[in-house]
């Protein structure tokens, strides 16, 4: 993703040509793949994006239905039930019991704020985005839209200052941390350990953290690394992904730290576009003011059904269940065919490495219809792996064990 080409600039107007300058859009490159796996016996079993398959649940549409009364303006801020109801799901569900409503505000999907996060922040040149080595590539784009630097980097904890020097030449000033637990594309989740390191980091130096945790109710296994205590499990024995706001991190205090969360995946949501940023009162209360300006507002019939869905617990349950399932089946099937799945802890993917280089195992997955994602689409650290996606039906991936195991 480092790689910055001219392919998606606008037409020269007025000198502005060139001021973006983004990557190519990844997924792009995999149509030919995508074509090829199309032409397979059995046609495309499609495990390349994180898109969810499953039904809306009624609860949900219900709740879509029974606002749609909406004739005035939305507040930026949303209403205060969403803003409670967001406090509580902290609470009940992220170990968080202390949240303060008014830092909360609801986004329509929270890949937008991860993109303008830093232009929001008011970052600009000379300022320095850091993000994890192998990421989700909207906190490079994020970066770049606001002409700041991205620098992908894991252990910033141990930077001696925040102002580095950039890999292209010159020096700039870390002024934004993302943290991405749990990961896409790894599945890597952070300790309270390591989230405290780089909250106490950030404030040394007055950087602000941002922690992007939309696969947070989707934990499997307890990573076996760390020492005992340092790893929450639930009742059923899956892992549960530390909150970068949950007070063993923060000392109970939220300054400068913001926990970025999509009901997208954990409820079926991700055409509702139904999102929230919560955190530092201070923080949200500067994005909610500049966002009044620019009317950036989640609809008042999504607002609603984002209060609902944070209110009930059981329908996360069941869609957990159902990506279970996959998960093993798909995990078996990656196994059998010569694949190591590594870390993969939590969240949706399958981070796997067949000891080649990801584009040769793309080609030869889709000889049999089944398309994954490369590693090197998350940076170069990934080149060598392959992200396989569990939001595909029973079905499909029934199918995709078949032809891997074949
Ligand atoms: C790490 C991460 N952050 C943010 C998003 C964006 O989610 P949405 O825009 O659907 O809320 C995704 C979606 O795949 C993601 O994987």
């Known amino acids: 993703m480092s790689a910055v ?3 998606a600039r606008p037409p020269a107007a007025g000198g502005g040509a060139g001021r973006l300058a983004l990557p190519d859009f990844p997924w792009d490159a995999l149509a030919p793949h995508a074509e090829r796996a199309r032409r397979a016996p059995g046609g495309l079993v499609d495990l390349s994006v994180g898109t969810p398959v499953d039904p809306t649940p009624a609860l949900l549409r219900d709740a879509l239905a029974g606002a749609s009364d909406a ?34 505000m609801p986004t329509p999907g929270s890949k937008e704020l991860v993109a303008w996060l830093p232009t929001l922040l008011g970052l600009g040149p000379g300022d320095v985005v850091v993000h994890p080595l192998v990421a ?11 002409g700041a630097a991205p620098l992908p980097l894991d252990d910033v904890a141990s930077l001696p200052s925040p102002v580095v020097d950039l890999p292209g030449g010159g020096t700039g000033r870390v002024r934004l941390v993302w943290l991405n637990s749990p990961s896409n594309p790894t599945g890597a989740v952070d300790d309270v350990r390591r989230l405290a390191e780089v909250v106490a980091w950030a404030r040394e130096h007055d950087v602000v953290v941002a922690g992007d945790e939309c696969y947070a109710e989707l934990g499997w296994t307890p990573a076996d690394r760390g020492a005992a205590g340092e790893v929450d499990v639930d009742e059923r024995g899956d892992l549960v992904p530390p909150s970068v706001l949950d007070p ?7 300054r400068g730290v913001l926990s970025v969360y999509s009901l997208s995946k954990q ?15 201070a923080l949200v209360r500067h994005l909610v003011g500049v966002r009044k300006h620019a009317g950036v507002i989640v609809p008042r019939p999504v607002q609603e059904v984002l209060r609902t869905a944070l209110g009930d617990d059981a329908h996360v349950a069941e869609q957990k269940e159902r990506y279970r399932a996959r998960r093993a089946v798909l995990r078996d099937a990656v196994t059998a065919a010569g694949g190591r799945v590594e870390r993969s802890d939590a969240g949706l993917y399958l981070w796997t490495t067949f000891d080649e280089p990801a584009m040769d195992t793309v080609a030869r997955l889709a000889d049999r219809g089944v398309l994954v994602a490369p590693g090197s689409f998350y940076g170069a650290a990934g080149e060598r792996h392959v992200r396989v996606a569990l ?15 074949g």
């Open 71 to 104: 004739p005035g303006y939305p507040q930026v801020w949303g209403t205060p039930a969403v803003r409670e109801a967001v406090a509580a799901w902290f609470a009940r569900r992220r170990g968080v019991p202390d949240l303060d409503p008014d830092g909360v």
């Open 267 to 281: 409820s079926n949501l991700a055409g509702y576009r139904a999102a929230f940023v919560a955190g530092c009162p």
């Open 391 to 405: 939001t595909a039906t029973d079905e499909r991936v029934a199918s995709a064990a078949e032809r891997l195991a």
């Open 248 to 254: 063993r991190a923060t000392g109970g205090d939220s």
């Open 5 to 7: 080409t001219g392919g």
């Open 136 to 146: 989700y590539p909207t906190y490079d784009v994020g970066a770049r839209l606001a």
